[in-house]
């Protein structure tokens, strides 16, 4: 028995030894120390922190008491502990190897390990605290008592891919990996390291549930709503992260994994940011209502991926140049995720977007989880973006008209919907696109999950300007209806032409007649009707609590100089609405005795039955087939023989027209499209290609 153990015990040393004279482990814990370390910590605040703690451990001023989804101010403790760890352990730190910032870093760790913190929102028990926890533990490593260190890694090993909420297919579990892996290199477990890139490889796939979809969208949950810049953006950054960490070892991760998470980055990720550097308003959903969401990213990503992999590298590199501002995003496509029902057009200069919902979706919109996001009831409903700056949405949530979403028509109520009003399942069928990859049109038969209110709405996108459609627009509420053209932070002053006179608006809201177009910043919205149109500009106020209940939301004012500018009208009954936006990037500038977007641009038909656009220089003709119908447009007579959307594009003579086609139904089957008395019989994609658009030459 005596001798069993003392092998067994020899085993246990010899295990150990290994573990720690493995170089490859050794290289990756050194790395993400590295890493912790290079975390920028005040000296002035760690005098603080020391002074100010209590003999418990514990500071003032943070409650202790509220472990509600909206407070846990406990996550303060957890930075300040990790501060302490840095500013001891770090390589020219002033409080390096310091006696008092140790005992102190060591009293926090002691009392959050007697009082073992559980908040009632499982993402800090599973993810933040464990995240913070073995950060610390890596950073003070053997400096703490081995009894303190393994009370506090109890705490940390509840990131585990093994139980909780965390260990679930989605966003969630990839980060869950990367806790475990810095566990497995705190212990110098190299059998943890291997589990971990087994796990986060195996999560790079294409899948119906939950993760990431055949279009390169993202979906966290089941309700089928786009989390791409969320949840999704997980994947890449955990991913890259982990890739730069192993590189050189004899870790790694397959091919097939690292060329499917390029892939997702850059027709996903970067597809749903305006220059592939701003995130998209678009694709976001609660997050909005947390400030700075907006701000654009760094090209952390974009630069690790190029530097573990060749594939796709050249796009790769010029995506970092961008993210980093030493490259102009002269950067061109035209995408739809039909998973998610959410387009993106790009040019060099411009880029716009659109946000539906339709009843194949389980909700309409993120549940404001953690009372977050607490008026996103409309912001799928047809929202529609334009941004040549980049800077046009930073932090507008708090004061925004959350009933005036830019591009969305919404009934006008007095008091906002209550909160837990907002995710509701999709009702309409007709939501989609066609589109080449560098031209398209959107367009959705809206009907209101909130509200008695239908309407056709359509959206085509060429070269210099988009075209917005709206149809059919009816209610039988007694409430008035806004079409929003845009509610964006006023960047500059805003000018209106009428009936060949220029004027610039005074702050304060304007009630405008005969309207052929107003012009602010680099964007001119024209009407060709010469529309009847609301102007607001100037201050508009608000809070951060209005739309978040977490414990940093005050209810301190906050003032925004906004520009936003509607249609409204009271009970209408097939009411419709048009208008352009062009970028003014080319020197043209406003005037009052010519129209401000390209005159070949036509607008053909905007009824319930067709809508149409036609852009004669490109020769390209866009149609949404709301049913059976034919339309004639001077040049070709087009018909079909169900609803779709149609695209046409005259080439130069010897290629022909090519025509693109698609169903917004998502029906199987074949479309009979006759063009100037021609007919061809196109088969509909089906299975994960439903909703993409198919291409022929007449």
Known sequence: M????????????????????????????????RDILAQEIRPSSVHVWVGDQRPDGGWPGIDYVDTSRTGF??????????????????????????????????RAVDHWVRNDYICQNWWWNEIGTPDLMIRSLLALDDALDPPLREAAFRIARRASLDSG??????????????????????????????????????????????????DMSFHHRTDKVISTLSYGLAYPQTFSYWATLIKGTRFRFPDSAMHLLVDFFLDGVCKSMAFARVPDIAARNRDLSRQGDLRPFTDAIASRL???????????????????????????????????????????????????????????????????????HHLPDGASYTQTTGREYL???????????????????????????IQKKGRSSFVGAVSDGRYGAVAMHLKSVHDPLEARKAWFFFDDEYVCLGAGIHTAS???????????????????????????????????????????GNLLYSFPDKARVQVQTGKATGTWRSINHQDWATDGIVQRDVVKVWFQDKEP????????????????????????????????????????VEHGRLGILQVVFHESAELRTGRHVVAVDRPCMVMLREGDGRDGTTVAVSDPLRKPGIVAIRIDGRQREMALPTGTGAGTTTRTRF
């Open 2 to 33: 005596v001798w069993a153990t003392l092998c067994c015990m020899a085993l246990l040393a010899s295990n150990r030894l290994s573990a720690q004279t493995d170089a490859d482990i050794d290289s990756i814990r050194n790395r993400l120390l």
């Open 73 to 106: 101010q406990h996550r303060i403790h957890l930075e300040r502990l990790l501060g302490l760890a840095i500013a001891f352990r770090k390589p020219g730190s002033p409080y390096r190897g310091d006696a008092r910032v140790l005992r102190a870093a060591a």
């Open 165 to 214: 909420f965390g260990a679930r297919p989605g966003g969630d579990l990839i980060k869950m990996a990367g806790l475990l892996g810095a566990q497995g290199l705190y212990r110098r477990d190299a059998a943890t390291v291997e589990r971990v890139i087994r796990v986060m490889a195996g999560e790079i796939h294409t899948t119906e549930g939950r993760g990431l979809k055949p």
């Open 306 to 376: 190029a530097a573990v992999t060749d594939h796709r590298k050249p796009e790769l590199r010029m995506v970092a140049e961008i993210q980093r501002g030493t490259r102009k995003p002269e950067l061109t496509w035209n995408t739809y995720f039909p998973y998610s029902e959410y387009a993106t057009h790009q040019r060099p200069g411009w880029y716009a977007s659109v946000r539906m919902h339709s009843a194949r979706q389980e909700q309409n919109v993120e549940y404001p989880y953690n009372e977050e996001g607490l008026k996103m």
């Open 395 to 421: 932090d507008i949530a708090p004061v925004w008209d959350w009933q005036k979403i830019p591009g969305t028509t919404v009934l006008q109520r007095d008091v906002h919907p209550d909160w837990r009003e």
């Open 478 to 520: 007694g409430l008035p209806i806004a079409t929003t053209v845009e509610q964006c932070l006023q960047l500059g002053p805003v000018e209106v032409g009428q009936q060949g006179r220029i004027t610039r608006l005074k702050d304060g809201r304007h009630s405008l007649q005969e309207v052929e177009w107003i012009r602010h």
């Open 573 to 612: 009954v097939n009411d419709g609405y048009a208008y352009v936006v062009t970028p003014l990037l080319l020197g043209r500038q406003a005037g009052p005795l010519r129209s401000m977007y390209d005159s070949s641009v036509r607008i053909l038909r905007n009824d319930t039955a067709v809508q149409a």
